[in-house]
């Protein structure tokens, strides 16, 4: 499998490309967002680590133009304490995110973690074809989310996230534990739950702030309780 790593910073990239090597990836480095978008158009990556503080073209235009051209898995890496970038970024599709500094070793787990969901897409959906609670709907094989008959937009992993906590219905989660059953990492910044969890309830909740779907188990974690 082929890794293309996006960084500004050399020492980074080489560290990175080490690691990934050493686990038997094939890996290629750009310096830049247009850089990062030529080496993709010319060998179309299984996967790509991304900056998201880039010269030229900023990682979350790289993500975005690369998500035009097709699906492929994306970690970003930020240096920014900036949640804003994070959600857009998670947003446009991004499989998760690594602040730094950070252990290449973590990351190579993450790069492993995200490849064996995009290998084995679907396979983890819940067994029923559609999810009902309310007026919330979920069609599992279109992988569509309909709140009173409106299409709510929601990114692969949120989608993931609600089909999990609905399957598993008045189960309370903590978020160690929905990180390893929907992200698929068995350590990891517990953050990134977080921001998916409130991202979703802007989007299915009719009141986010006091939400109804998705409740928050104080001392717990999250469960589904529509």
């Known amino acids: 499998m082929t890794v293309l790593v996006v960084d500004d910073d050399p020492t ?39 900056d998201l503080m880039l010269p030229g073209l900023d990682g979350l235009e790289v993500c975005r133009r690369l998500r035009e ?3 492929v898995p994306v970690i970003m890496l ?15 599709g991004a499989d998760d995110y690594v602040s730094k500094p950070f252990s290449p070793r973590e990351l190579i787990s993450r790069v492993k973690a995200v ?20 007026d919330l709907r979920v069609d599992i094989r ?3 989310v309909h709140r009173d008959e409106q299409l709510v ?14 399957t598993h219905a008045r189960q309370a989660f ?32 009719r009141e986010p702030s006091h939400p109804a779907l998705v409740t928050t188990v104080w001392g717990v974690g999250y469960r589904f309780d529509g």
Do not use: N
């Open 115 to 134: 490849l064996r969901r995009a290998q084995a897409a679907g396979i983890s959906l819940p067994s029923p074809e559609e999810l009902v609670a309310g």
């Open 142 to 144: 279109a992988r569509e």
């Open 12 to 50: 980074v990239s080489e560290v990175v490309a080490r690691y990934l090597v050493r686990e038997g990836y094939e890996v290629e480095i750009a310096g830049d967002g247009f850089a990062a978008l030529d080496r993709a158009h010319a060998c179309w990556p299984d996967l790509v680590v991304l």
């Open 69 to 71: 051209q097709g699906p």
């Open 153 to 166: 937009a929601l990114t692969s992993r949120e989608f993931e996230l609600l089909t999990f906590l609905m």
């Open 174 to 205: 903590s978020r160690e534990e929905l990180l390893e059953r929907v992200w698929g990492f068995t350590y990891g910044d517990t953050a990134t739950v977080t921001v998916h969890i409130r991202r979703l309830r802007e989007k299915i909740e």
């Open 78 to 92: 930020t240096a920014r304490g900036d949640e804003d970038d994070l959600v857009v970024g998670l947003e446009l």
